[in-house]
């Protein structure tokens, strides 16, 4: 039985799993995105270090049974990408990692087929493959975690364009964006955006039990920290997922008008505040996409949840050889 490894960067986390060519996961690990901060060599070497470590571990060797069971590593990341070339062109929540050659830097270290593809493009792939989009050949994805990414699953095959959802202007002067515009719907509906949103609203007076949680310090509010506050009731805390909601229904509503979808899957680290966000996003969602379009289009949970990008980037690979 092959074995692939996929790899899932993003701005926050990045997810490590072992993946049979069924698609049935093995093992995994999770750690913090590392040297987030810094300059692009550095975050090379130090994502090079923590795969050496996860297949040196003493659980995954177990589960590889010796190196030559590894057909290749599948990378997705947060960011612009050179398909071609395995290369991230910018990554607006990873800076440091801009220009970075990963498909040259993973094969010099491990000599193995490896393959590069954009975060949420491979997370619409590993919903596809094993997740809520298994039955579906007309889907798009969006991934809510520290940024906003999309992937497109057409006629039951990866779209490889570009497909930058978050990056649709959705208010024209706008919230400054990291990607240098303004007004991105990423920066109304991510985390990022949620932390930003609070954070300004709490220094222009307004009341919320996070100003207690967090000491006076805004630094340390964080998305997780802002749903668990309005889980408990925080009005501050209900009213910004209600507008996270409400933007991303705005642009799914922009999105089923261009493509005409059969559903939208959502998920993403901040999935969990699913509860708080759905009701408006469906609302805005049917209210501005044309009727002939959106009548029936599902809008879905992620099936996948936490593993459906790394999951995604090992099922690439394995097409990658496939076709060789």
């Known amino acids: 039985m092959k074995i692939a490894i996929g790899i899932d960067i993003g701005g926050t986390n ?18 913090a995105t590392p040297g987030i901060s810094g300059n692009s060599g550095k975050i090379g070497d130090l994502l090079v270090e923590t795969l050496r470590d996860f297949i040196n571990h003493e659980k995954i ?12 590593i599948g990378i997705g990341v947060a960011g612009f990408i050179d398909r071609d070339r395995g290369k991230i062109i910018k990554s607006p929540n990873i800076s440091s990692a801009d220009g970075l050659p990963v498909r040259e830097l993973f094969e010099k270290e491990f000599s193995l087929p490896v393959i590069v593809e954009n975060d949420a493009a491979a997370y619409a792939y590993g919903e596809k493959w094993r997740g809520a989009g298994e039955d579906l050949d007309n889907f798009i994805a969006l991934t809510l975690g520290t940024g906003l990414g999309g992937g497109h699953i057409y006629k039951g095959a990866l779209y490889e364009g570009p497909f930058e959802i978050g990056h649709m202007i959705i208010e024209p002067k706008g919230r400054f964006c990291p990607c240098g515009n303004h007004g991105c719907l990423e920066s109304y509906a991510s985390g990022r955006a949620i932390v930003d949103r609070v954070s300004t609203s709490i220094q222009n007076g307004a009341k919320s039990s996070l100003i207690e949680c967090c ?10 920290l802002v749903f668990q506050r309005a889980f408990d009731g925080d009005s501050l805390s209900r009213e910004v997922f209600r507008e996270v909601g409400q933007y991303l229904g705005l642009g799914i509503a922009n999105l089923i008008n261009l493509f ?17 966000f759905i009701e408006e996003l469906t609302k805005e969602a049917f209210k501005c996409g044309l009727k002939p379009f959106s009548s029936n289009v599902k809008i879905l949970k992620s099936a996948a949840a936490k593993d459906a990008g ?12 496939a076709k060789a």
């Open 215 to 224: 000491e006076g310090n805004y630094y340390r509010i964080t998305p997780e």
């Open 310 to 321: 790394s999951l995604g980037a090992a099922g690439l690979l394995f097409n990658m050889i």
């Open 61 to 72: 060797a177990g589960a590889l049974a010796g190196p030559a069971n590894i057909a290749g």
């Open 14 to 31: 990045t997810r490590i799993i072992l993946v049979d060519e069924t698609g049935n996961i093995l093992a995994g690990m999770q750690c």
């Open 260 to 276: 005409r979808i059969d559903a939208v899957i959502i998920g993403g680290g901040l999935i969990g505040a699913w509860d708080l």
